[in-house]
């Protein structure tokens, strides 16, 4: 019989572009970023990673374990106008050649990352900036609070329909 | 031999200040807050509550288990120019009286809260609100993530020295 508890990383198993984002979040942390995985910046629209520096810089991560993952994304070009970088996650094994120029791009795997290429900065308006700064807390406070006190209640109240509409 | 996994919640076991800010948490989401406990605003100030509003509004909450823990905080006046309201929250055997008329109260056990009495509002500047709003993001932020990904190394890691120094 097992008796080994379920931690937090293991329970639900992560799926492969899930690992990836925990390699980047670690790595990001010693860049000085805080990060949070599937953040929703717009109605729509659900972002991987979304990182906050320590003068406010928000960067956003997309990882894509494959080829075909990359391929099915006809989404990334709206996530531009919600960050000031952009970056892509791979894995060692993925075909770059396939990522654009103009954006960044992150080698992961499930332990750590490497930031390759900072693609160019487009500094996001104050008032987009303030309101995406806004929700960015939110979302992790009531995500934090989801982990520490986790209640079946919980999750049909306000705060996870307010994580679901992206608060 | 007991088997039972330690759950977030239970382990370690909470302070009775950290029961009632547990249930002041509870309630604020039912206002539409997102709450972070034990966040450091300015060097040498730790607040047991931080609750941020949909609109950004920013209230302090201390949590006070007892007559004599709330005889024994000299800082709380300090608290006062990081939020736009204060409130104490006591359990219901509290001799209120003994708080000041120009704060707000909240009557809270380990499970949930009631806000009795809103003090006045006092809105901070809007320099201060916007730092004191990425400090927010960023230590729930962190802490989401050292919950999510515990790792023996991230104690001593910068994320931990970000939370530790009030980022």
């Known amino acids: 019989m097992s008796i080994t508890p379920a ?11 899930q690992l990836l984002a925990r ?13 949070v995985e599937e953040m929703v910046p717009a109605p729509g629209l659900r972002v991987d990673v979304m990182a906050l ?23 990334w070009q709206g996530y531009m106008e919600w960050c000031d970088r952009y970056f892509w996650a791979v894995d060692a094994a993925f075909p770059v ?3 654009p120029d103009e954006t960044g791009l992150i080698i992961a795997d499930a332990y750590d990352a490497e930031i390759v ?3 160019p900065e487009s500094r996001l308006a104050g008032a987009r900036r303030k309101a995406l700064t806004l929700k960015f807390a939110r979302h992790a406070a009531l995500r934090l609070q989801a982990l ?5 209640s919980f999750l049909s109240s306000a705060g996870d329909e307010q994580l679901t509409n992206g608060l």
Chains 1, 2 share one sequence.
């Open 148 to 152: 520490r006190d986790p209640r079946p």
């Open 97 to 99: 050649e396939l990522l």
């Open 23 to 35: 390699g980047v979040c670690r790595h990001l942390v010693s860049h000085g970023f805080a990060c």
């Open 53 to 75: 520096g320590p003068k406010g810089e928000l960067w956003v991560v997309e990882c894509k374990s494959s080829r075909a993952d990359f391929a099915a994304d006809n989404k």
């Open 117 to 119: 290429r900072f693609g």
């Open 7 to 17: 931690s937090p990383v293991d329970a639900p198993a992560l799926r492969p572009g």
